[in-house]
């Protein structure tokens, strides 16, 4: 049985503030690794080639940490992410 003390919702009404707290958040569709020689090399319309294909999950964050997957969306001409799944705290990005 769980026994709510005074003690234990003070300290979830102090942190409670902490829920309406702006975060960046990132959808990371892919990466790749590229030498400076090559990026040197680029030039208007020059292309960049990731593993990644088109409908692949991709991982959304805040700061480096992986919060969720999912899979990019149009919304009203925006970008958009539908979220598939949240992650666990330990899971490091792809």
């Not at 925006?78 to 990005?93: A, M, N």
């Amino acid at each position: 049985m769980d026994i709510e003390t005074p003690e234990k919702d003070s300290t979830l009404h102090n942190l409670k503030f902490l829920a309406d707290a702006t975060h960046v958040i990132q959808a990371e569709i892919a990466r790749t690794d590229i030498s400076l020689h090559e990026v040197m090399l680029w030039e208007q319309g020059s292309v960049v080639k990731f593993d990644k294909i088109v409908g692949s999950t991709i991982d959304v964050l805040i700061g480096d940490r992986l919060i969720a997957r999912g899979e990019v969306v149009v919304v009203n001409d925006c970008y958009g992410v539908r979220i598939k799944e949240i992650t666990h705290p330990d899971e490091k990005p792809d």
